[in-house]
């Protein structure tokens, strides 16, 4: 069982920057794949933005490639998502994911944090 805790969502203006955060419990967090997806808006189906495996590969969706960048600390079970140059089409719920694959989401899931892009 993993449970996921996000933080770092918030209210940016356009061109800005946040870095969100996701730790995780659990004591072999570094053999996890782990993404970032969102969700815009409610019960649109949730979209990856980026994925990282256990041994550092990394994928991101077109639209954010050169803006954020998905990074891990495995001593600290933390993954994290720098987003920077943010647009109002950013604008989501990011949910942290675990166990899956640079394909698809795994089984775990945190509860989101809003992410709102607006001047």
């Known amino acids: 069982q993993v449970q996921l805790v996000e933080s770092g969502g918030g209210l940016v203006q356009p061109g800005g920057s946040l870095r969100l955060s996701c730790v995780a419990s659990?004591?072999?967090?570094?053999?996890?794949?782990m993404g970032w997806y969102r969700q815009a808006p409610p019960g649109k189906q949730r979209e990856l933005v980026a994925g990282i495996s256990s041994g550092g590969l990394t994928k991101y969706r077109d639209s954010v490639k050169g803006r954020f960048t998905i990074s891990r600390d495995n001593a600290k079970n933390t993954v994290y998502l720098e987003m920077s140059s943010l647009k109002p089409e950013d604008t989501a719920v990011y949910y942290c994911?675990?166990?899956?694959?640079?394909?698809?989401?795994?089984?775990?899931w945190g509860p989101g944090t809003q992410v709102t892009v607006s001047s």
């Open positions: 659990g004591r072999i967090f570094r053999v996890y794949h």
């Open positions: 994911n675990a166990d899956g694959s640079l394909d698809r989401p795994g089984a775990y």
